[in-house]
């Protein structure tokens, strides 16, 4: 793996790192529901 790659692959971990901080305290609470629905 390159240096470029490796900084691509940064980027792209960094977004979803942001994607998953902006969609954890909704999308969270909605997959725990779902859960408890699941199991219960």
Known sequence: MNFK???????????????IKFYSKRELNNLRL???????
């Open 5 to 19: 790659n490796f900084l691509f692959y940064g980027k792209i971990e960094r977004n979803i790192d942001s994607m």
């Open 34 to 40: 779902g859960n408890y629905y699941f199991k219960y």
